[in-house]
């Protein structure tokens, strides 16, 4: 069984700075690809950033220049280091990664990690 645990969500001020982490469990196989999206309340889940394995990245633009993502593919964990908090980054983060299974692709949620971001 597949699980993603996140860590790092929390509150802080605008201009501040938050880490998240989440590292995938019960799975030999290394993600192809890992990310962060988010989901504010009223709003539809969106893409913050990609990485695969290749350390290929996207980014959305309303976080580029801001935050960062990377990943340890030996601990099947990826990082968002956000930096310049505005408080329209308020939401719930969610970690993301695609497993490969044989000829499959198979995709995975964590439980989300609430940011709040205060003005």
């Known amino acids: 069984q597949v699980q993603l645990v996140e860590s790092g969500g929390g509150l802080v001020q605008a201009g501040g700075s938050l880490r998240l982490s989440c590292a995938a469990s019960?799975?030999?196989?290394?993600?192809?690809?890992m990310g962060w999206y988010r989901q504010a309340p009223g709003n539809q889940r969106e893409l913050v950033a990609t990485?695969?394995?290749?350390?290929?990245?996207n980014y959305a633009d309303s976080v580029k220049g801001r935050f960062t993502i990377s990943r340890d593919n030996a601990k099947k964990t990826v990082y968002l280091q956000m930096n310049s908090l505005k408080p329209e980054d308020t939401a719930v983060y969610y970690c993301?990664?695609?497993?490969?299974?044989?000829?499959?692709?198979?995709?995975?949620w964590g439980q989300g990690t609430q940011v709040t971001v205060s003005s």
């Open positions: 019960g799975s030999t196989n290394s993600p192809n690809a």
């Open positions: 990485a695969t394995s290749g350390s290929s990245t």
């Open positions: 993301n990664a695609r497993i490969p299974l044989g000829i499959f692709e198979y995709e995975y």
